[in-house]
């Protein structure tokens, strides 16, 4: 019986003065029920209420012992072991299944709530943002964001690659707007600081260390499929995404749509909110943190991306989809490039002596020597290694 029907009776009988058959007319029910409801001077108790026995209860010793031994034990297996013998279970799985919810440990990790300190962390991470045309080429764009524990304050940048070198310069960037470095670096499994491994095994690259080193950075690496471990900025590539994106396909024309979107958002948007949880701006929280911040060095890091290539039989260099022609002198010879961002020339040195130039632009166009592109954004130095 349930306390709204027990207490409909009672207020019939004892305000309306009705008799019992005439409540059980009303509320379509039993007259017993009328009678024993009335009968009843406190709402009735599911607690206390007889329970009703299982089919299952001859076979829960086992089960138990079965759980007890091998923890892991699905219900189908449990189900066959006690199906064994003639006086075996004939009831369904899922009365199986049920009594194994409630006898087994809840699964699933119990998170605890992490604070900084100010001054104590920065997150970084790689967001993925689709795809952009770039001449006659596709490239994907991604966005990196790197965000103050404490204060939340932010920076993104939208690059075309993942490689190490966008990471080390886009994470120099980062450092360099907020003045300061943090004590502790939070990243998860980035091939561009990760060799192999995850969390405390985690085998980091040597270019990172030396970054780490260079602003004395204190690498903590995630474990794999941990986002929860980094949620400040798992949070902030969802903003991202979700925000800054999101309804802008006909802003977003050209490349350079996104970095002026990417430095719009950031100063007029992100970092001047109120935010969810700190209850204030980023900006005005910043304030506490900024004289926490260790100085940076005052020359810059070097983030170009350095590489040795061979040069083919048809005199060209290959190097991020790009086909340089040299000279046919340097068929077969290795040679090392250095990649040297927004500039709009490249370099070919045989040993001091300046050999050549190429042109790259932003797609992945063939570029002829000394053909300098309007477009380009980047330079590379080629040498004799």
Not at 27 to 51: F, G, N, Q
Not at 201 to 228: I, K, Q, S
């Amino acid at each position: 019986m349930k306390v709204s029907q027990w207490a409909e009776i009672r207020r019939l009988a004892e305000v309306e003065k009705m008799s019992q058959r005439q409540i059980a007319e009303r509320l379509h029910c039993c007259w017993r029920t009328v009678k024993k409801a009335l009968a009843m001077e406190h709402p009735p108790d599911k607690t206390s209420r007889h329970r009703r026995g299982s089919v299952l209860d001859p076979y829960k010793p086992k089960i138990d012992a079965l759980i007890a031994k091998y923890p892991e034990l699905s219900a189908t297996r449990v189900l066959e072991e006690i199906r064994k013998g003639a006086d075996g279970y004939t009831g369904q799985i899922s009365v199986v299944r049920g009594y194994l919810r409630q006898i087994r440990p809840a699964r699933g990790r119990i998170y605890q709530e992490v604070f900084y300190e100010p001054g104590e962390a920065l997150q970084v991470d790689w967001g993925s943002c689709g795809k952009i045309t770039i001449g006659s080429t596709t490239r994907k764009v991604s966005v990196l964001v790197a965000v103050l524990c404490y204060s939340r304050l932010c920076y993104i940048e939208f690059c075309l690659s993942q490689r190490k070198a966008e990471f080390y310069r886009s994470l120099t960037a980062a450092l360099k707007f907020f003045g300061g470095s943090t004590r502790k670096i939070i990243f998860d499994n980035l091939g561009s600081a990760v060799l192999n491994g995850s969390g405390r095994n985690a085998c980091l690259h040597p270019e990172f260390l030396a970054l780490c080193g260079y602003f004395c950075l204190e690498p903590v690496a995630c474990a794999r499929r941990d986002p929860e471990s980094k949620g400040t900025v798992e949070a902030k590539v969802r903003y991202v995404k979700r925000n800054a994106l999101q309804g802008r396909d006909e802003e977003l024309t050209c490349w350079e749509d996104y970095g002026r979107l990417a430095v719009y958002w950031r100063d007029e948007v992100a970092n001047v909110r109120l935010h969810q949880t700190t209850k204030e701006r980023p900006v005005d929280r910043f304030q506490k943190e900024q004289s926490l911040l260790r100085g940076l060095p005052a020359a810059p890091f070097d983030t170009d991306q350095v590489l040795s290539v061979v040069v083919n039989s048809h005199a060209r260099v290959k190097f991020d989809g790009h086909r340089s022609r040299l000279g046919w002198q340097k068929c077969r010879t290795l040679v090392g490039i250095r990649c040297l961002r927004r500039r709009r020339f490249v370099a070919l040195r045989h040993l001091s002596r300046a050999a050549g130039e190429v042109g790259r632009g932003s797609g992945r166009e063939g570029v002829r020597c000394r053909n300098l592109r309007r477009d380009t954004d980047i330079r590379f130095t080629l040498s004799l290694a």
